[in-house]
């Protein structure tokens, strides 16, 4: 009985935190430039352009007088869910779930038999969320996400200072899916973004070697969820047995005596489910300035080689918002049904439960968010006179997120029950623990001068997931990925020149029934956010980023 409202707000939190964490591993650096998307993003020792002030503000010196930078990029997230039944599958002895199995209302079996197979709940439209609507705006099926961007630098005559300032997106994805998806009980629609508005940057020339660099980003940062939620609980399963086998004979004979000896749950117009729709979801936070700073070096003793490193800070924000969730009868009935009952009603007394589950709930929240730091280093090689090799490897502070915690501006029913169960909950916070890893990265890049004007580039990332096995799930279906970049650039003229580049990142993922609590877990434990509780879930998420650079000297 003590678990049951825990369900609905603080698993669509958990949601929430875990959507930031997975979409900064997911997303970072696809969406910044394009000639470093083509090299697999190892060009701390040969930053492209302007947009050096992201990813090694030193490199600034090689660029004389004034430059300007324009580009645009557009993503398509391609993200394919499956889930399928395994050999034994049940919750307290049910298993007609519908969402795997075909039985219908005339089939009186608590057990399925006929189960659907593999059931698909793939993504259907990419989302954005917009901050003058102050919501996410679905694009419709098929459109990509467009992140245009901007920059401008100069170096004045004679000087061997370079100042310059961009306007990027370190990080802009989300997707979302119509009402009935399977893959809606881990968010119908997310969206996570994060935009450098400003970024005023200073290179300086030390010596015609060394170059140092720094800058400060002011970005605006941005997470929204809208989800549904289901709890297949053992704890659920057994409440519906009350209510389907205990509570049959007493549905429309019921007296004091039963009330009293069976807590009133007898008097509900609609029992708990463990397979049911518990509510829906929608929470927005953002901070339209959060400052960060970046620090770079290159040297370069030759012409064919040169160093990198870059050091870019944490970002530390307090995101604010507002959540909304719609409850379902279910959860209402259960609540007004043990407050039918003295017996009832002593016992919600003692646990400190709410009189009544409102049929819509909606308040602020605000938590404080860090953008990781990251550091990087990377030399630049031409093992032949046409034919240049990158290879950078870095490290990404993923382990901040040990714990995230959310703050409300009013005593939530939800947490009141849910401080019961853990020292991590308090009547107006819940703390979620992550424990994720940092891992270390490489990329490899290759530029081939095939004549003056012409160059051709290629280039390969794996990124290692920073999400513990036992985390894995559909928010963002991410375990280990691959980016595969490729692009052309061509020089007009000695003050103008293009580069076109094509991207390609996938991850698959398979979570074998009960492997991850934040997914599939089984058991009366499960209760936060395991809405596929007992099923294999397989993953398959493809991004293919394509997009145009022109830069221009005046």
Not at 502 to 518: E, H, Q, T, V, W
Request: glycine share 10%.
């Amino acid at each position: 009985m003590k678990k049951i409202r825990l369900s609905p707000l603080v698993s669509a939190i958990i949601l929430t935190g875990f959507s930031s964490t997975a979409f900064a591993q997911l997303g970072t650096n696809l969406s910044v430039d394009l000639r470093s998307l083509a090299l697999g993003n190892a060009v701390t020792a040969d930053p492209p352009g302007i947009s050096a002030v992201h990813f090694n503000p030193a490199a600034l010196t090689k660029i004389q007088g004034l430059q300007t930078d324009v580009q645009g990029i557009l993503a398509n997230f391609d993200i394919q869910r499956e889930f399928s039944v395994p050999a034994g599958y049940n919750v307290f002895g049910y298993s007609d779930d519908p969402m795997v199995c075909n039985d219908g209302p005339e089939i009186s079996s608590d057990i399925c038999t006929d189960f659907k197979g593999t059931v698909q709940g793939n993504v259907e439209y990419a989302s954005l969320y917009v901050p003058i609507l102050k919501k996410m705006v679905d694009l419709g099926e098929g459109m990509p996400l467009a992140a245009p961007t901007a920059g401008i630098a100069y170096n004045p005559p004679g000087s061997k200072a370079t100042f310059a300032t961009a306007i990027y997106a370190p990080l802009i994805a989300g997707f979302g899916a119509e009402n009935g998806n399977p893959g809606n009980y881990m968010g119908q629609q997310v969206a996570l973004e994060r935009v450098t508005y400003l970024s005023p940057t200073m290179a300086y020339q030390v010596s015609d070697e060394l170059s140092i660099g720094g800058g400060i980003g002011m970005s605006y940062q941005a997470i929204g969820l809208k989800t549904d939620l289901r709890f297949p609980n053992e704890l659920i399963g057994m409440l519906r047995m009350i209510d389907e086998v205990v509570c049959t004979p007493f549905k429309e004979n019921s007296d004091i005596i039963t009330d009293i000896l069976l807590l009133g749950m007898c008097n509900t117009e609609e029992g708990m489910n463990p397979f049911g729709r518990f509510g829906q979801m929608q929470i927005a936070m953002e901070q339209f300035l959060s400052p960060s700073y970046n620090l770079g070096v290159l040297w370069e003793p030759t012409e064919d080689f040169s160093f990198g490193m870059v050091y870019q800070s944490a970002a530390k924000m307090r995101l604010k918002g507002k959540y909304h969730i719609d409850n379902s009868k279910a959860p209402q009935e259960l609540i007004k049904g043990l407050m039918s009952s003295p017996t009832g009603q002593i016992l919600a007394a003692i646990l400190g439960f709410p009189s009544s589950v409102p049929a819509s709930e909606s308040g602020l929240v605000s938590m404080d968010f860090e953008y990781p730091q990251h550091f990087q280093a990377g030399i630049k090689y031409k093992i032949m006179p046409d034919l240049q090799v990158n290879f950078d490897v870095g490290w990404t502070d993923y382990q901040a997120w040990d714990k995230f915690r959310f703050e409300f501006d009013r005593s939530v029913s939800a947490l009141k029950i849910a401080k019961l169960l853990s020292e991590n909950i308090s009547d107006t916070s819940l703390a979620l623990p992550l424990k994720f890893t940092s891992p270390w990265n490489f990329g490899i890049g290759l530029e081939y001068s095939a004549t003056d004007r012409l160059k051709l580039r290629a280039g390969y990332e794996p990124r290692t997931s920073a999400i513990p096995d036992n985390r894995r799930n559909t928010m963002i279906p991410i375990n280990g990925a691959q980016l595969f970049g490729l692009g052309i650039g061509y020089r007009f003229d000695a003050d103008t020149d293009l580069d076109l580049s094509l991207g390609f990142l996938r991850s698959k993922d398979n979570i074998p029934a009960n492997s991850s609590c934040l997914s599939n877990c089984t058991g009366v434990n499960n209760i936060l956010l395991n809405p596929y509780a007992g099923l294999n879930v397989k993953t398959d998420t493809k991004v293919t980023i394509l997009g145009l650079n022109y830069r221009t000297r005046w």
